[in-house]
């Protein structure tokens, strides 16, 4: 009989689902979506439980593609995306949708407790600002817009969290995703009761904190009998998906970094000690003893799949009669166009801007615009806009203390060559691709094997499991068009923020 592990991961826009070996390799994958609601300006919502029902559907069709038997699967590792706030009842019910990362209603919130408790505080203890995105300032909008709702509410999961508890019934908060709720000491890795008191809400709502690798439980008999899982099969509590998607791409010690390019980008810097920066974002890596310094970008691999989407109604067409992606022909169409995009440029602020300008009423703008212009232009300029974002937080990380000589790829975005070059040609590293598409659920499928001692550690299951296939180096002679649309993304943002504010994200 085999021994595998399955890996689970909670993206925005779908649940994929991917079975591995002890080396490393993908035996069986397959995904599953959900929506996103976006019920007024400035929200984005998910039903956690309809994240469930794809996490159920999916694994048996994986099971079954791989020819798998349940038996064969010797742990499960569940990553999940940042920021949630599922509110379950003491029967772990869904109480309402969560506000997911890219929800910036509770702004005015985060501006009065600022004030209230005081940003220097609030960041010394976490290691971050209080920003709408956050897990916190949700919590309180609950409290204050939905109270009767606030008094049902048991818990306050994260999104891995909650699929750990459908698996295992078990309540927990692994030590990655301590960073979205600023009662977490980032130092020490535990609650503050005072600062949780600050903020007016009980430390009773949130779980105990586990290590991502730790086995928090096994899967039910009424949870094997809806995902087809065996009962008693372990579960790791697993971590944030940026942060297991770093593992996955072999990112473990300090220095080290990973460039994001799923829905949306950025990069971690893996790092021993403490390094705060207000600018970007500080959490726990989900191997011990290590930190996180993070940039987080809404606009990533998600703003190619809106161009697909809203203007690649031929490409989809074509593409069948080819045999080829609408992404693949969207690749075609911009490798025509010159590096620089003949001047045209984008921001890619698609739902307000994380770091490092953290805006949440930022907007996308396409600047440069004449009758000269293709749709290639405006292809390969959204991809320069997304590493122009990359560069910002690397040059922000440099200042804080964090300079990065190389960077691992991970997400949809790192099938592109096309894509990967421009961002090593903007920023001026060198950039590695492993396994792009799987780096996120192998890396929790590596907790769940260092977790029932699959792996002696996560030297030897990084040695084991993480296989590059090509570099990207970047291209000097390109550098200098690409420093002067820098200089412009820069400066466009700085010249329209004012009216951005004024009319606040309109």
């Known amino acids: 009989m085999s021994e595998y592990l399955l890996g689970i991961d909670i993206g925005t826009s779908a649940c994929k689902i991917a079975v591995f070996t002890k080396e490393g390799h993908v035996a069986a994958s397959g995904?599953?979506?959900?929506?996103?609601?976006?019920?007024?300006?400035?929200?984005?919502?998910?039903?956690?439980?309809?994240?469930?029902?794809a996490v159920c559907k999916t694994i048996p069709d994986?099971?079954?593609?791989?020819?798998?038997?349940?038996?064969?699967?010797?742990?499960?590792?569940?990553?999940?995306?940042?920021?949630?706030?599922?509110?379950?009842?003491?029967?772990?019910?869904?109480?309402?949708?969560?506000?997911?990362?890219m929800d910036t209603r509770a702004a005015d919130i985060c501006a009065e407790y600022n004030?209230?408790?005081?940003?220097?505080?609030?960041?010394?203890?976490c290691g971050n600002p209080l920003q709408p995105s956050y897990t916190t300032p949700k919590i309180i909008w609950y409290q204050r817009n939905l109270p009767d709702i606030y008094k049902k509410i048991y818990k306050i999961l994260q999104s891995n969290s909650f699929i750990v508890y459908r698996l295992t019934g078990a309540i927990s908060q692994d030590l990655s995703q301590g960073y979205g709720l600023h009662c977490f000491d980032m130092r020490r890795g535990k609650w503050d009761e005072d600062m949780c008191s600050a903020f007016g809400f009980s430390l009773d709502i949130l779980p105990e904190i586990y290590p991502c690798h730790a086995i928090v439980g096994t899967v039910t008999e009424q949870a094997a009998a809806q995902c087809g899982l065996s009962p008693g099969t372990p579960v790791a509590a697993g971590g944030l998906?940026?942060?297991?998607?770093?593992?996955?791409?072999?990112?473990i010690h300090s220095g080290e970094t990973q460039e994001q390019g799923g829905q949306a980008g950025g990069m971690s810097i893996c790092t021993s000690s403490y390094k705060a920066d207000e600018r970007l974002i500080l959490g726990y890596h989900v191997i011990p003893r290590h930190w996180l310094l993070q940039g987080g970008t809404t606009g990533g691999g998600g703003v190619m799949r809106w161009l697909e989407r809203e203007f690649g109604a031929y490409e989809r067409e074509e593409g069948k009669r080819r045999g080829k992606s609408a992404l693949d022909l969207f690749n075609e169409e911009a490798k025509k166009v010159s590096p620089g995009s003949d001047g045209l440029i984008f921001l890619p602020y698609m739902s307000g801007e994380r770091t490092p300008i953290w805006d949440p009423n930022a907007k996308g703008v396409y600047y440069g615009l004449d009758f000269s212009k293709t749709k290639g232009h405006f292809i390969r300029s959204a991809m320069e806009g997304t590493a122009y974002a990359l560069r910002h937080n690397l040059e922000v990380a440099k200042e804080a203390g964090a300079d990065v000589t190389v960077m691992r790829a991970m997400g949809g975005s790192a099938n592109s060559l096309l894509w990967t070059q421009i961002k090593a040609d903007i920023t001026g590293k060198p950039i590695i691709v492993p396994?792009?598409?799987?780096?996120?659920?192998?890396?929790?499928?590596?907790?769940?094997?260092v977790g029932i001692g699959m792996y002696t550690d996560f030297e030897e299951a990084v040695k084991m499991t993480v296989h590059d296939r090509r570099s990207h180096e970047p291209d000097k002679e390109k550098q200098a068009v690409y420093d002067e649309n820098y200089h412009t993304y820069i400066e466009l943002y700085q010249q329209l923020k004012g009216i951005m504010k004024e009319r606040g994200g309109r």
């Open 241 to 251: 998906d940026a942060a297991c998607g770093t593992l996955g791409a072999g990112v």
């Open 31 to 53: 995904s599953g979506e959900y929506p996103v609601y976006y019920p007024h300006p400035g929200w984005a919502e998910q039903n956690p439980d309809e994240w469930w029902r």
């Open 435 to 449: 396994s792009s598409d799987t780096a996120t659920t192998l890396g929790a499928v590596i907790l769940a094997g």
């Open 62 to 101: 994986v099971l079954r593609k791989g020819g798998i038997t349940p038996s064969e699967i010797k742990g499960v590792g569940i990553d999940g995306q940042s920021w949630s706030a599922i509110a379950i009842d003491r029967r772990g019910n869904v109480l309402t949708n969560t506000p997911i990362w």
């Open 115 to 125: 004030e209230k408790i005081g940003k220097e505080r609030i960041f010394e203890l």
